[in-house]
Nanobody
Framework: QLQLVESGGGLVQPGGSLRLSCVAS????????IGWFRQVPGKEREGISC???????HYRDSVKGRFTVSRDNAKNTVYLQMNNLKPEDTSVYYC?????????????????????WGQGIQVTVSS
């Protein structure tokens, strides 16, 4: 059974850093893209980053230069390094899998293309 589990969330002060992990089980990560999404109550979920099986990466404009997505296929894990965190980054973060590439065309964040999702993890940025 294909499963994704996020970890590494928590409370951090503005300007701080966190690294989220997404561990995959039940499938070989090498052939999959992993996207990171986030959602706050009352708002739509938004795609923030994605890494394809080739290693190609995508980022939402608001996190470019602050967040870095990477993968370690040997560990079946994808990471999201988040630096210079801001209060507006507070959200529940999810990872999700797609086959090969992220979304379709320029719509790398298209949720309907991502078939399996983790349970989500809370990130809170506050002083």
């Amino acid at each position: 059974q294909l499963q994704l589990v996020e970890s590494g969330g928590g409370l951090v002060q503005p300007g701080g850093s966190l690294r989220l992990s997404c561990v995959a089980s039940g499938f070989v990560l090498d052939y999959y893209a992993i996207g990171w999404f986030r959602q706050v109550p009352g708002k739509e979920r938004e795609g923030i980053s994605c890494i394809e099986s080739s290693g190609t990466t995508h980022y939402r404009d608001s996190v470019k230069g602050r967040f870095t997505v990477s993968r370690d296929n040997a560990k079946n894990t994808v990471y999201l390094q988040m630096n210079n965190l801001k209060p507006e980054d507070t959200s529940v973060y999810y990872c999700a899998s797609d086959v090969g590439v992220c979304g379709y065309g320029s719509h790398w964040y298209e949720e309907s293309e991502f078939r399996s999702w983790g349970q989500g993890i809370q990130v809170t940025v506050s002083s």
